[in-house]
């Protein structure tokens, strides 16, 4: 099992950053970010893997950043030049399953409870 824990969410304007962090209960080798808008599914929008290998939804890139401190157990996201269509509920996720996608935020086995993030105009 492991407990993730969110911090960082809140209301910026667009153009803002934001700095979402990720506190676990021990070391989890794939872990990630989702998000949720209301009336939208879940997407995954950022992994970072062992190797330190790091993946982006094309949404994103260039403005958000993946990072971690495995000495920590913990996973930062640096969110800049935030815009309106950011505006979610933001998850992180640990545990890809064998063969999983992350993109599909399903294939995640654990999920923190979420930090809402609103960017407005």
């Known amino acids: 099992q492991v407990q993730l824990v969110e911090s960082g969410g809140g209301s910026v304007q667009a153009g803002g950053s934001l700095r979402l962090s990720c506190q676990a209960s021990?070391?989890?080798?794939?872990m990630g970010w989702c998000r949720q808008a209301p009336g939208k599914e879940r997407e995954g929008v950022a992994a970072?893997?062992?190797?330190?290998?790091?993946y982006y939804v094309d949404s994103v890139k260039g403005r958000f950043t993946i990072s971690r401190d495995n000495g920590k157990a913990t996973m930062y996201l640096q969110m800049n030049t935030l815009k309106p269509e950011d505006t979610a509920m933001y998850y992180c996720?640990?545990?890809?399953?064998?063969?999983?996608?992350?993109?599909?935020?399903?294939?995640?086995?654990?999920w923190g409870q979420g930090t809402q993030v609103t960017v407005s105009s």
């Open positions: 996720v640990a545990g890809l399953r064998l063969g999983g996608n992350w993109r599909r935020g399903a294939d995640f086995v654990y």
């Open positions: 021990r070391y989890s080798a794939y």
């Open positions: 970072i893997y062992p190797n330190s290998t790091t």
